[in-house]
């Protein structure tokens, strides 16, 4: 059994083994833990063959850019398979955690862990229909990596009270919108380092079995397009609707502030790709500087909280 590190001292109070459970029946502290035994060790078994099943994707990723043609193919038909089950197992595990309580758990971990799994979500469905099986090289290990940290450092007990099906649209689009905009830093990144490589003439191995980079901009747009637009509507109905979602007033807050900057920066990188023809290392820089600043504002405040300043 792997020992699991929990950060809310309100833990300690559960009967059961404290470091198992992630959330304690408070109404009824004399009852048994409502995460027993039984379930953290599946949780836990799920969660390593989820982990397992990325970091195989990982290698399959890297065969299915085979040089052949027939390589490529049947590696990718394994890939999509082994991605299915993955994503099984991890969501499975996802849901038992997420479950706990009369209302979701979304602490730091866990919450880490959730938008992997709609990253890869993502990333499986949009490689169906555009040439993006190449992002597996980052996506994947870094869903591994993820879904480790959730398992093992799931951190502060965050229920979220989200009583109406409008709440929960609302964190979907959410997620649905960070997802996107990961597989375009993805993207950029990638398109970085190809464009290093033709700069100095050096493209080889696998950089030789990826799109043109005209294809790979394209692409990197479109992700950019879609990810702002499901960012607008996240934005717009967060702002205008939160006392139907949350139960609370809006309140122009630090997480507020850093999306709508990191919204702006992404409306300015749309605006110059049309108007001015941006692209290149100005739309990766731009890319990843946008990226950044949403991503401090998704999780920024809550990892120095939960984990820096509790150290």
């Known amino acids: ?46 969660n390593i063959l989820a982990v397992i099943a990325y970091v195989a994707a990982t290698a399959l990723t890297i065969r299915s850019m085979g040089p052949t043609q027939t390589q490529g193919k049947t590696e990718l038909k394994a890939l999509r398979l082994v991605l299915v089950v993955g994503l099984f197992l991890h969501g499975s595990a996802l849901a038992m955690v997420l479950g706990v309580g009369k209302s979701p758990n979304f602490a730091l971990g866990t919450t880490v862990s959730s938008v992997a799994w709609i990253i890869v979500m993502l990333f499986l469905v949009s490689s169906l229909r555009a040439p993006l099986t190449s992002l597996g090289i980052l996506v994947l290990p870094t869903a591994a990596i993820a879904t ?19 709440a929960k649209f609302h964190l979907l689009i959410a997620g649905l919108s960070f997802g996107l905009l990961s597989l375009a830093v993805a993207q950029s990144i990638l398109l970085f380092f190809l464009d290093r490589l033709i700069r100095n003439k050096h493209p080889v191995g696998f950089w030789l079995s990826l799109p043109p980079m005209e294809t790979m ?26 006392d139907r979602l949350f139960g609370q007033p809006f309140v122009l807050n630090h997480h507020v502030t850093l999306a709508v900057l990191a919204w702006l920066s992404f409306a300015v990188l749309l605006g110059g790709h049309r108007l001015f023809g941006w ?21 920024g405040t809550r990892f120095i909280l ?5 150290n």
């Open 1 to 46: 059994m792997i020992r699991r590190q929990f950060l809310n001292s309100d833990f300690l109070n559960c009967p059961c083994d404290s470091t198992l459970c992630p959330i304690a029946t408070r109404s009824n502290p004399a009852s048994h833990c409502v995460f027993d035994q039984r379930t953290s060790n599946l949780t836990d078994s799920l």
């Open 148 to 166: 480790l940290v959730g398992w093992l450092y799931p951190g502060t007990l965050h229920a979220l009270a989200l009583g109406s099906i409008a």
């Open 217 to 242: 901009e394209l692409i990197l747009f479109r992700l950019i397009f879609s990810g702002f637009t499901l960012l607008t509507v996240t934005l717009i109905s967060g702002m205008v609707f939160s």
């Open 279 to 299: 692209r290149g290392r100005t739309a990766v820089n731009w890319t990843l500087a946008s990226f950044v600043i949403l991503t401090l504002g998704y999780f």
């Open 306 to 310: 939960e984990v820096l300043l509790s």
